[in-house]
C-alpha cells in the first residue's frame, strides 16, 4: 500500500534524526551556542509546540477522513512561526493567518490555565464546547492568550490589524485604558497569495500612512511565505520586491525552517516595533507540506521533485535535528517525546469527537440576535476640559443659527446630526468621529463642521481615501474600547469594502461566541433624489447588501429629531451589546427646510434629547382608509400624498419604518390591521428593496388585508433629470393608493 503524505512526512523526520551528529550534553539553562541568547530549555519548548500543530494537523486529517472532523487546513510545513510567539508576550494582541497553529500553541501555553490541544481539536469536530466559537467555525482564538479570531482568508483581517495599533495608541494619548498595555505590539500574519488582496496592500499602506504622519501605528506585518497560493506559484523574489523597500516599513527576511535565526530575526522585527511604534513586515519563508487544505492532491499541479524538496525544508524535522545537534537530547529521546505528543493528541481527539454539537438553530445565532443582552465594556468616562489641546473636550458643539447649546430649536437634519455628534463627543470619552474629509472640511455637506475646532484632532479626524481602512479602523478601535463613528462619503462607495462589514465585522461575535465585539456607527450619506449632482455614484439606492448581515441594525433617519434619537440609540446599543450599527443618511433632506410648500419650515425638529427605541416605527397622522409604509426620502413624499388624497376623502397614515433591520414587525402589523389596507412605498430597487421584506413580514404575520407596493426601477440612477424616470415619485404613490383602493379585497403584491 503506497504511503500518504503524513506517512511520509512523519517517516522523513525519523530518517533524517539518523544522519545526525549529537553534541555535548547540555542543560536547560544552557545557551545553544556561544554568545546565543537562547537556552536549549527554550528550543525544547518551541519544537514541543511545533511537534504539537504537526500532531494536531494529522489528528484533523484523521478526523476528517471518518467523518468526524470538519476542518482540515493545516499548519504543516509553517511551524516556524511559533518564533513569533518566543518574541512577542502573551499580552500582544495577534491577529493570525489561518496556518499559524504552532504560534498558537505556544501562545496558549504562555497563559496558565489553557490547553491548545483540546481547544483546536473542538474547533475541528465543530464542538459546543469549543472555547472561542462555540461549535460554530474552527478559528484561531483565545481572549486569555489575546489573539482575536479571523476567518483570514483573503488577509480580511489586515485592516482591523491596522485599526487595532492605530487605536492602541490613540487611546493611550486619550487617557484611556484597553485590554491590551500601553506599549503592546498587533501581529498580523497572512500568506503570500493574500499579499496580492487589495485589502492586505491597502492595509498596509494605511499603517505606512498613518506613521508617515507622525503617529504611532506598533504594527508586525507577517507574511508567512510557502510559495504557492492553492496552486498558484508566488515568484520567489515577489514579497521582498513588493514590500522590502517600501519606505516607512521595516522590512525583515527569515528562514522558517531554520529556528536559530528565524527567532534572532523576529525578536529583532517585535523590538523595533516596540521600541520605535512604527509597523514593519516580516517574510517569514515556510513550506507548504500535506498540501492546501482538505482533499487537495498536490500532485496534480506539483512535480514530486518540488514536493519532496519542500518535505526536506519540514521545519519540525529541522528543530528535531538541532535538538541533536547541541546536546539538548539524543535521538531516541526526541523521537520519544515527538510520539508521546503524538499519543496524546490522539487520545484528546477520540475524546472530543464525542463531544455534541450545537443542537438549535437558536443557539446557533445567540452571539448575534437581536436583545440578546448587553456586553462588558470599557467604563464611559466623562470629557473634562482640557488644558493640554485638541486631545480634550473643550465644550459643546455650537449649535444651530439662531440657537443656544442648551436649548435647541428646530434643526435641518444634518444640523440635528452635528449637534447630536457634539453631545455624544461632550458626554463621553470613547467617542471617536472621523473619515474622509470629516476633519476641517466638515464632511462634503457640513454634516461635521466645528466638530475638530472644538474636540481636538485626536477624537475626529481625517481618514486616508480607501473605505477599507475607514472600516478597518472602526473595527480596530472598536476592539480597543472605542465607539468609533467613522463616515463612509456615499452609499456606493461602502461596497467597495463590503467585507469589512460583513466579513469581518458581523462576524467576530459570531465566531467568538459572543467574546469579542464591534461596536461601531457607520454613518454613510445615502439614498438619491440629489438634483444637479452625482449620478449613480452619489445617487445610490440600493441597501439590500446590508439588510441580510446577521445582527447588524440598519438606521433610516428622516428628520431633524429622529435623527437625533436614532443616532443616540444606535450609539448606546455598540456600547452595550457590542452592535455594529449602519446609520443611513438621506443626503437629499440634509438641508431641506420646507415640507408642504416654499418657507413653511415644516420639515425643521428640534434633535431629540432621549434615545429612540430599537426596531421601532413613526406614525403620522391616524387616517382610517391606508396605510402607507414608507422611509427616508419617502416620508415627506407620501406625507405630501397624504394631504392631497385627504383632499379627495381618503385618509392615510403615514408609517416610517426608520429601522430597516430589525424591522419594526409589531407597529407595521398593528398600523396594517387599522386600516386593512397597505401600500408601501419604496425608493429602493423592485427586486431586492425593503419593501420585499415589508410585504413578507405583514403576510407572515397574518395580514390578509389589501397589499402593494411601490418602488424604484431596477436601475442605476442617471445623471440629471433623467433620474425622475427610474426613481419612485410623488405622481407615482398617488397612483398607487387610488389603485390600491379601487382594488378588490386583496392585491397582488
Avoid at 469527537?353 to 456586553?375: K, N, T, W, Y
Avoid at 452609499?491 to 469594502?497: D, E, K, R
Avoid at 457590542?578 to 434633535?607: N, Q, S
Wanted: with cysteine; hydrophobic share 40%.
Amino acid at each position: 500500500m503506497t504511503a500518504g503524505p503524513e506517512e511520509l512526512l512523519d517517516e522523513w523526520l525519523r530518517v533524517s534524526l539518523r544522519e545526525v551528529r549529537p553534541g555535548p550534553r547540555r542543560a536547560a539553562t544552557d545557551p545553544i551556542g556561544s554568545g546565543s541568547a537562547i537556552t536549549v530549555g527554550t528550543c525544547l519548548e518551541l519544537f514541543d509546540a511545533q511537534a504539537t500543530s504537526r500532531h494536531l494537523d494529522f489528528a484533523a486529517r484523521r478526523l476528517g477522513a471518518g467523518k468526524r472532523g470538519y476542518y482540515s487546513i493545516g499548519s504543516s510545513g509553517h511551524e516556524g512561526n511559533v518564533v513569533l510567539a518566543q518574541a512577542l508576550r502573551s499580552t500582544d494582541p495577534a491577529l493570525l493567518h489561518y496556518r499559524s497553529g504552532a504560534f498558537f500553541v505556544h501562545r496558549c501555553r504562555q497563559v496558565p490555565g489553557l490547553d491548545p490541544i483540546r481547544d483546536v481539536l473542538l474547533g475541528v469536530v465543530a464542538a459546543a464546547a469549543d472555547p472561542i466559537s462555540g461549535g460554530r467555525h474552527k478559528v484561531f482564538g483565545s481572549a486569555p492568550a489575546s489573539v482575536i479570531p479571523q476567518t483570514s482568508t483573503i488577509a480580511s483581517h489586515l485592516p482591523r490589524a491596522m485599526g487595532l495599533a492605530f487605536a492602541l495608541d490613540r487611546a493611550r494619548g486619550l487617557g484611556r485604558d484597553t485590554p491590551w498595555p500601553r506599549d503592546a505590539v498587533v501581529l498580523c500574519t497572512f500568506g503570500d497569495a493574500s499579499a496580492n488582496h487589495s485589502t492586505a496592500i491597502g492595509a498596509i499602506n494605511a499603517a505606512i500612512h498613518t506613521a508617515h504622519q507622525g503617529i504611532p501605528m506598533p504594527l508586525l506585518f507577517v507574511c508567512e511565505d510557502n510559495g504557492l497560493g492553492i496552486s498558484v506559484p508566488t515568484p520567489p523574489d515577489w514579497i521582498e520586491s513588493a514590500f522590502g523597500s517600501r519606505p516607512g516599513l521595516r522590512y525583515f527576511d527569515a528562514d522558517g525552517s531554520d529556528l536559530r535565526q528565524a527567532l534572532s530575526v523576529a525578536s529583532a522585527a517585535a523590538e523595533s516595533v516596540r521600541a520605535r511604534r512604527r509597523p514593519a513586515l516580516l517574510r517569514l519563508r515556510t513550506v507548504r507540506l500535506l498540501g492546501h487544505a482538505g482533499s487537495d492532491v498536490e500532485s496534480a499541479y506539483r512535480r514530486p521533485e518540488d514536493i519532496e524538496a519542500d518535505r526536506r525544508r519540514d521545519p519540525v524535522a529541522a528543530t528535531a535535528r538541532l535538538l541533536v545537534e547541541i546536546g539538548a537530547a539524543s535521538a531516541e529521546e526526541v523521537l520519544a517525546h515527538y510520539d508521546a505528543i503524538g499519543a496524546r493528541v490522539a487520545a484528546t481527539a477520540a475524546r472530543v469527537a464525542e463531544e455534541p454539537h450545537l443542537d438549535s438553530a437558536e443557539a446557533i445565532q445567540a452571539p448575534v440576535v437581536f436583545g440578546s443582552g448587553s456586553r462588558a465594556s470599557t467604563p464611559v468616562d466623562s470629557v473634562h476640559s482640557s488644558t493640554d489641546g485638541p486631545s480634550g473636550a473643550t465644550g459643546r458643539s455650537p449649535a444651530a443659527p439662531g440657537q443656544t447649546a442648551e436649548r435647541p430649536g428646530p434643526m435641518t437634519l444634518a444640523q440635528s446630526i452635528n449637534h447630536t455628534l457634539a453631545t455624544l463627543l461632550a458626554e463621553a470619552s470613547d467617542v471617536l468621529v472621523f473619515g474622509e474629509d470629516v476633519g476641517r472640511k466638515g464632511g462634503v455637506y457640513g454634516v461635521t463642521k466645528g466638530l475638530q475646532r472644538e474636540f481636538g484632532a485626536r477624537r475626529v479626524f481625517d481618514t486616508l481615501l480607501d473605505e477599507q481602512s475607514v472600516l478597518g479602523t472602526a473595527l480596530g478601535a472598536g476592539l480597543a474600547g472605542f465607539v468609533p463613528i467613522p463616515e463612509i462619503q456615499y452609499l456606493a462607495y461602502v461596497h467597495n469594502a463590503l467585507d469589512q462589514i460583513r466579513g469581518e465585522a458581523a462576524t467576530l461575535s459570531y465566531f467568538s461566541a459572543g467574546r469579542y465585539h464591534n461596536p461601531m456607527v457607520v454613518r454613510i450619506a445615502s439614498f438619491a433624489y440629489q438634483r444637479g449632482f452625482g449620478g449613480h455614484f452619489h445617487n445610490d439606492n440600493s441597501i439590500a447588501a446590508l439588510r441580510d448581515i446577521p445582527g447588524v441594525v440598519v438606521a433610516a433617519p428622516t428628520r431633524a429629531d429622529d435623527a437625533a434619537a436614532m443616532l443616540r440609540r444606535c450609539v448606546e446599543v455598540a456600547r452595550s451589546e457590542g452592535r455594529v450599527c449602519l446609520y443611513l443618511e438621506p443626503i437629499a433632506l440634509y438641508h431641506t427646510r420646507d415640507l408642504h410648500r416654499p418657507g413653511d419650515a415644516g420639515w425643521l425638529a428640534a434633535p431629540a434629547e432621549d434615545p429612540a427605541s430599537l426596531a421601532s416605527a413613526r406614525i403620522h397622522g391616524d387616517g382610517a382608509d391606508l396605510t402607507i409604509v414608507t422611509f427616508a426620502n419617502g416620508v415627506p413624499m407620501t406625507l405630501r400624498v397624504a394631504r392631497r388624497l385627504a383632499d379627495n376623502g381618503i385618509h392615510a397614515r403615514v408609517l416610517d419604518l426608520r429601522w430597516l433591520t430589525p424591522l419594526p414587525v409589531d407597529d407595521l402589523l398593528h398600523h396594517a390591521r387599522a386600516t386593512g389596507a397597505v401600500l408601501v412605498a419604496d425608493e429602493t430597487r423592485r427586486s431586492g428593496g425593503v419593501s420585499e421584506s415589508v410585504c413578507t413580514a405583514l403576510l407572515d404575520g397574518g395580514f390578509d388585508g389589501r397589499l402593494a407596493r411601490v418602488t424604484s426601477a431596477d436601475s442605476f440612477v442617471p445623471l440629471g433629470p433623467a433620474a425622475e424616470l427610474v426613481l419612485l415619485s410623488e405622481t407615482a404613490i398617488e397612483d398607487a393608493a387610488h389603485r390600491l383602493l379601487e382594488s378588490g379585497p386583496r392585491s397582488q403584491v
